[in-house]
């Protein structure tokens, strides 16, 4: 009797465990406080994760190194009762042994997914990828478009979000000239002023020399609250990477891009412009001076033309006068 209870003991005990390990499995799945990750939205969500996943492999093992790869595990002779025990402290542990690099949860809203990570922080992540794509100008996604790092996720209660963030702006906002805070909230009613005011104070009386800038923030607090938690990132030059969008941004650089080479074009074309309108005056000017020479040549010819018939005609006159004296003086001889 007592080897029967103590067996069916042991199989509730087993049972019990399997459900709390597969209810906190399913838990992980969904988003919730105390992750951190990745804000995604897309209008194409299965596409998306899929983008996510390779992109944030590829730069995740750029920056922290390729992910180590999980040891196998390695079969011991066992007594029932220590099989029995391996098996529930097996399970306790199953999230965390199974746990990925990157993992897509459900966060309950449309068009946005959330990647939580086991990353130390995934702003570095983000920050390579944009730093990629700044420099090779390539479009790394198509249905994947803003990708946001969150450090932090809380309730959203006006209580954690200011502590969560309170927290966040002490460690990472050091040395940033000026700030923006960005709220957006989504199948939520929280307060969004009960929250801005309070936090600008907090950024004001931790660094006292970091101004409010809107539109061109060195760093911005993006607070996303979606349903039951609140994410939390502090991200650098937000509005400069055109708000996260990967598309965006990547079709911005782009067109500056195309303009350059535009204006570049016009430039040489002006160039060439001018330089052939250079060449025709000078061909103009030469012409002009041939012309000039062969008109000074044409008056010189004339002028010598008149001097000869000038000097042809004072010779016929003066033989035409010798001619009328010689006449004149037989004339008088004979009348002699």
């Known amino acids: 009797m007592a080897d029967n209870y103590?067996?069916?003991?042991?199989?509730?005990?087993?049972?019990?465990y399997i459900r709390s390990?597969?209810?906190?499995?399913?838990?992980?799945?969904?988003?919730?406080?105390?992750?951190?990750?990745?804000?995604?939205?897309?209008?194409?969500e299965k596409d998306s994760v899929r983008e996510a996943y390779n992109i944030l492999n590829e730069f995740g093992d750029i920056v922290?190194?390729?992910?180590?790869?999980?040891?196998?595990?390695?079969?011991?002779?066992?007594?029932?009762?220590?099989?029995?025990?391996?098996?529930?402290?097996?399970?306790?542990?199953?999230?965390?042994?199974?746990?990925?690099?990157?993992?897509?949860?459900?966060?309950?809203?449309?068009?946005?997914?959330?990647?939580?990570?086991?990353?130390?922080?995934?702003?570095?992540?983000v920050n390579a990828i944009m730093e990629h794509?700044?420099?090779?100008?390539?479009?790394?996604?198509?249905?994947?478009?803003?990708?946001?790092?969150?450090?932090?996720?809380?309730?959203?209660?006006?209580?954690?979000?200011?502590?969560?963030?309170?927290?966040?702006?002490?460690?990472?906002?050091a040395g940033y000239k000026s700030f923006s805070?960005?709220?957006?909230?989504?199948?939520?009613?929280?307060?969004?002023?009960a929250i801005i005011h309070p936090l600008a104070d907090t950024v004001a009386k931790k660094y006292p020399d970091i101004k409010v800038d809107l539109n061109h923030a060195e760093v911005s607090i993006v607070i996303e609250v979606l349903r039951k938690t609140c994410c939390i990132g502090v991200v650098p030059n937000y509005n400069g990477r055109s708000k996260y969008n990967l598309v965006e941004f990547a079709l911005k650089l782009n067109l500056a891009d195309n303009v350059d080479s535009t204006e570049k074009q016009d430039s040489s074309e002006k160039a060439d412009s001018f330089e052939k309108a250079d060449s025709t005056?000078?061909?103009?000017?030469?012409?002009?001076?041939?012309?000039?020479?062969?008109?000074?040549?044409?008056?010189?010819?004339?002028?010598?033309?008149?001097?000869?018939?000038?000097n042809v005609e004072s010779v016929e006159a003066s033989s035409t006068d010798k001619v009328d004296s010689s006449e004149k003086a037989d004339s008088s001889q004979n009348n002699e």
């Open 281 to 310: 005056e000078n061909v103009e000017s030469v012409e002009a001076s041939s012309t000039d020479k062969v008109d000074s040549s044409e008056k010189a010819d004339s002028f010598e033309k008149v001097d000869s018939t000038e």
């Open 6 to 16: 103590s067996a069916k003991r042991k199989a509730k005990d087993k049972a019990f």
């Open 133 to 173: 794509i700044e420099t090779k100008h390539e479009k790394k996604t198509r249905f994947l478009l803003r990708l946001i790092p969150i450090q932090a996720t809380c309730k959203p209660t006006t209580e954690e979000i200011l502590q969560t963030a309170g927290a966040l702006v002490e460690e990472h906002m």
């Open 181 to 193: 805070i960005l709220f957006k909230v989504r199948n939520n009613n929280v307060d969004r002023e």
């Open 21 to 44: 390990a597969k209810q906190q499995k399913n838990s992980q799945k969904e988003l919730s406080p105390g992750m951190k990750g990745f804000m995604c939205t897309s209008n194409r």
């Open 64 to 125: 922290y190194g390729c992910e180590a790869p999980k040891m196998k595990k390695v079969e011991e002779e066992l007594e029932i009762e220590d099989e029995l025990a391996a098996e529930i402290a097996e399970l306790k542990k199953q999230a965390r042994s199974t746990e990925r690099r990157f993992q897509s949860v459900a966060t309950g809203v449309k068009g946005c997914v959330f990647i939580k990570t086991t990353v130390d922080d995934p702003v570095k992540v």
